[in-house]
C-alpha cells in the first residue's frame, strides 16, 4: 500500500480509485515550513498543482532512511515549482498529466483573445457604473489578423486550430519543436522571436518559465509591434498570458498599455501569485483571471483520472508514461 499526500488538492474519483488499489491519499496542505520541517517524509508520493513548491530542501527533507516520498505528481503541465534536479539526485521519480488541461486553457486562452479586442471586461465595468459607452467601445475582429504564439506544445496547437476558424494567421516560435510538427501544421515558424512582435498583433505565451524565457515578453520587443493587422485594419496589439507568470514583463506592458503601445493586457498567471497591489490591476486596457486556465469541472476529473493511474502504474513498480526525468 502506497501512502499519497495530495497537497493542493485532488477530484474524489481519483482519491476513490487510489483508495480501491488500496492505497491512502491524505487531502491536506502543508506550509513551505511544514515541508522544510520533513512532513512528507511519512508519505511515498505527493501530488501538487501550482501552490505547493517543492524546492531542493523541500525535496531532501522529505526523504528518510526508510526512503520518503518517491514519486512527485504535478497534477497539470508546467513543472517549474518543482526541482527536477534535486528530485533526480533524491531518486524521486516526477510526473505530470500534460495532455489532461489542454482543453481548458486552449478555451480561457480564446477567451481572453475575444475580451481583449470586443472590450469585453470595459463594456461590463462601464455598463455596471451607469455608462452607455457604445461609441467609445468599437473592438476590432480576430479574423485576418495575425497570431504569434510563443511555444507551440499542445495548448498553442489547440489554440492555432480555433484561431485558425477564425480566419486568424498562424506564426510561431519554439525552437525547440520538431521538424515533422512543423511541416504538418498550418503554421508559419520563425527562427527569432523577435519576428512574431514584428508580423503579429497578437501574440499568445505558451512556454514553461526559465532563465531562458524570464522576460522574454519585454518592452524592446513590444515596441517592434506595428498595431496593423494583415488585413491592414488599425487593430492595435494584444498580449495573452495562460501560461506562466514571469515570462511577461508587467512593468513593461503596463508601461507599453499607458504609452498606447499596447491595446490590450490579459494575463491569467503573473510574476507574484496573488498580485496583491499590482498597479496592472487599476488599467482600464487591462484583465485577468486568477491562475484558472484548469479550472475546470472537466479537466480536473481528467487531472486526476490521470494522475490515479500514474500512481498506481508507480506502486506497481512501472515507469509511469509521462515520467520528465
Keep these: 500500500m502506497g501512502r499519497v499526500a495530495a497537497t493542493d488538492g485532488m477530484s474524489l474519483a481519483a482519491v476513490e480509485r487510489l483508495q480501491d488499489a488500496g492505497h491512502e491519499v491524505v487531502l491536506q496542505h502543508f506550509s513551505p515550513e511544514e515541508l522544510l520541517s520533513g512532513v512528507l517524509s ?5 501530488v501538487v498543482r501550482s501552490s505547493t513548491k517543492m524546492t531542493s530542501d523541500s525535496i531532501h527533507a522529505s526523504r528518510n532512511e526508510a526512503g520518503g516520498i518517491g514519486f512527485i505528481g504535478r497534477a497539470g503541465v508546467g513543472v517549474d515549482n518543482i526541482d527536477l534536479a534535486a528530485a533526480s539526485n533524491c531518486g524521486v521519480v516526477v510526473c505530470n498529466t500534460p495532455g489532461a488541461s489542454t482543453r481548458s486553457v486552449v478555451e480561457l486562452t480564446i477567451g481572453h483573445l475575444i475580451a481583449s479586442t470586443r472590450h469585453i471586461p470595459k463594456a461590463d ?8 459607452a457604445k461609441k467609445s467601445l468599437r473592438g476590432s475582429e480576430l479574423g485576418g489578423k495575425s497570431l504569434g504564439m510563443i511555444g507551440f506544445g499542445r495548448i498553442a496547437r489547440g489554440v492555432g ?3 485558425s476558424t477564425l480566419g486568424m494567421n498562424l506564426h510561431a516560435f519554439d525552437p525547440y519543436i520538431s521538424s515533422d510538427v512543423t511541416e504538418s501544421s498550418h503554421c508559419i515558424f520563425h527562427d527569432e522571436v523577435d519576428e ?3 508580423l503579429c498583433t497578437h501574440i499568445s505565451i ?3 518559465l526559465s532563465e531562458e524565457t524570464q522576460h522574454l515578453v519585454n518592452s524592446d520587443r513590444l515596441a517592434l509591434m506595428s498595431g496593423v493587422g494583415a488585413d491592414g485594419t488599425p487593430c492595435g496589439n494584444h498580449i495573452v498570458n495562460c501560461s506562466r507568470g514571469g515570462i511577461v514583463d508587467e512593468a513593461a ?8 503601445q499596447l491595446s490590450s493586457v490579459a494575463l491569467d498567471v503573473f510574476e507574484v501569485e496573488p498580485p496583491g497591489e ?4 487599476n488599467h482600464a486596457d487591462f484583465h485577468g483571471s486568477p491562475h484558472i486556465g484548469s479550472a475546470t469541472l472537466e479537466a480536473q476529473d481528467r487531472v486526476g483520472e490521470e494522475m490515479a493511474g500514474l500512481l498506481i502504474d508507480y506502486f506497481n513498480g512501472i515507469r509511469p508514461s509521462s515520467t520528465i526525468n
Design 125 to 132: 465595468r462601464t455598463l455596471r457604473s451607469g455608462e452607455w
Design 161 to 163: 486550430e480555433v484561431a
Design 278 to 281: 499590482n498597479p496592472l490591476l
Design 196 to 198: 512574431l512582435f514584428r
Design 42 to 46: 511519512n508519505f511515498d508520493a505527493v
Design 253 to 260: 506592458v503596463l508601461s507599453a498599455l499607458e504609452s498606447g
Design 206 to 208: 505558451h512556454c514553461n
